[in-house]
């Protein structure tokens, strides 16, 4: 339980205690040892008593919130990934989301989800658009879990994603992209 109050993005806990603490405070704070547990009871409010000592496992398996968006994201906007081939564009466009998050979303061309007749030829606004699907997405299938799972994927991501409230059209291929993702980084980490 504890480590709810150290993964959690700063914004979240500056949030609950004070919008005014400075990032550098606020991760002071969570490497506290002795403020953990209060620090999530906190993030967590009742969903912690509700839960009592029934702590279900994390529903990422540890793996970080926001490269799972991004690796959906780029599934998800694979076609405009595919037509962006100039140097400069991909330079970008890495800078952004990663050459690994491209490259995923390249590999799985067939599973791409944005129409192929409007693709998004501006790197700087696909970087964006693939960020928000892409948490889109995660937030879409983190729906289907309980509230405490679903909370503790999201106190990891920061405030004002997507993931926080998808719309429709996400949860018809939120299954489908996030068990992509995951299976692929399970397969890493096997690998390493």
Do not use: Y
Not at 32 to 53: F, I, V
Not at 66 to 75: D, I
């Amino acid at each position: 339980m504890n480590d709810v109050a150290a993964l959690a993005h700063p914004t979240r806990l500056a949030a609950r205690l004070d919008p005014e603490l400075s990032a550098t405070t606020i991760v002071q704070l969570q490497k506290h040892p002795r403020l953990q547990s209060r620090l999530a009871e906190l993030l967590l409010d009742n969903e912690l008593h509700a839960s009592g000592s029934n702590w279900e496992p994390d529903l990422l398996g540890g793996r970080d919130p926001q490269r799972v968006a991004l690796l959906a994201g780029s599934v998800w906007h694979a076609r405009s990934l595919l037509k962006l081939v100039s140097k400069s564009d991909l330079a970008v466009l890495a800078e952004h989301i990663g050459a690994d998050a491209h490259a995923f979303g390249i590999r799985h061309l067939a599973d791409a989800i944005a129409l192929a007749n409007a693709p998004i030829a501006d790197p700087e606004q696909l970087a964006q658009q693939i960020n928000h699907d892409g948490h889109a997405c995660l937030g879409a299938w983190l729906n289907d879990s309980t509230a405490l799972g679903r909370k503790r994927v999201l106190l990891r991501l920061p405030l004002g994603t997507a993931a926080e409230s998808p719309s429709p059209e996400h949860s018809k291929a939120s299954g489908r992209l996030v068990s992509l993702v995951l299976t692929q980084l399970g397969a890493e980490n096997r690998a390493t």
